[in-house]
């Protein structure tokens, strides 16, 4: 209990503690040359980008970012490519956040089929993990629990699917957690789409597909654009003659943030 609500006080800031905290921990990066700080829960790793001058007197919006197959296995690649996306002056000084990336080891199911976020069929424990992680980070530090997001790419894309099902904010099944979501390339295998329009339709979502590609079909969110048909917290958006990997065209794009960070607050 002790333990307890010394977390709850490192959120806040209370009695200048969460100072602490964030000062050695932008000691430690600042020592390694990297914004990145790392993590575990569970035996899974996970990396959190901090806020550029973290005010600890602040709150701040959390991003969980979900990766695709397999990147999990190789931590430095991973922590490159999100690096070009998240740890950038365009994006950092426009939208001070913390980013939380789980890291799935999927070395002995390369497939992804029982190692994942969820979204591909069996239940997994990569899902639960992420969440534990993200709700590791939120009792740590100074974060606006009205302003969580969750967003991913391709295997990465079918767990924010599955993750807006479960614990969207107004409507989460297992939680409310995330006011907003970007799923990219992904699509959902246990849930029924109508059933799933049920869930969402009051949830902003940005859904992107490439309309060739040939590793995820767009089947599922073009159903969902058809469900969601003059909902005004859905969009979605077919890049026009682009295969599967289209998340550096769409996470360098300034005002998919600006969307993002609009939403929840209230």
Not at 131 to 160: F, K
Not at 187 to 196: E, K, S, V
Request: glycine share 10%; aromatic share 10%.
């Amino acid at each position: 209990m002790r333990r307890r609500r010394l977390l709850r006080g490192l959120a806040m800031g209370a009695a200048g503690l969460g100072a602490v905290r964030l000062a050695l921990e932008r000691q430690r990066a600042a020592a390694e040359s990297t914004p990145w700080i790392t993590g575990a829960v569970n035996g899974m790793r996970y990396d959190v980008l901090l806020p550029a001058h973290c005010d600890p007197a602040q709150r701040y919006p959390v991003v969980l970012y979900l990766h695709q197959l397999d990147m999990g296995d190789w931590p430095e690649g991973l922590r490159r490519q999100a690096a070009a996306w998240f740890d950038i002056e365009s994006f950092r000084s426009r939208h001070a956040c913390f980013v939380v990336m789980p890291m799935l080891d999927q070395s002995h199911d390369q497939g992804g089929v029982e190692v994942n976020f969820g979204g591909k069929g069996k239940a997994s424990k990569g899902e639960d993990n992420a969440i534990a992680a993200l709700r590791q980070v939120m009792d740590h530090y100074p974060v606006d629990s009205r302003r969580i997001y969750v967003t991913g790419n391709s295997m990465g894309g079918m767990g924010a699917w599955q993750m807006l099902v479960d614990y969207n904010d107004r409507t989460g099944r297992k939680g409310k957690l995330f006011a907003a979501g970007m799923p990219l390339a992904g699509r959902n295998r246990t849930i029924d789409p109508a059933d799933a329009a049920q869930v969402l339709q009051d949830v902003p979502i940005w859904a992107f597909h490439g309309t060739r590609d040939r590793e995820v079909s767009p089947d599922w969110d073009r159903t969902m654009a058809g469900l969601l048909t003059g909902r005004k917290t859905f969009r979605y958006t077919e890049v026009a003659d682009a295969g599967h990997e289209i998340w550096t065209s769409i996470y360098t794009r300034p005002e998919v943030w600006d969307w993002l960070f609009a939403q929840g607050g209230d």
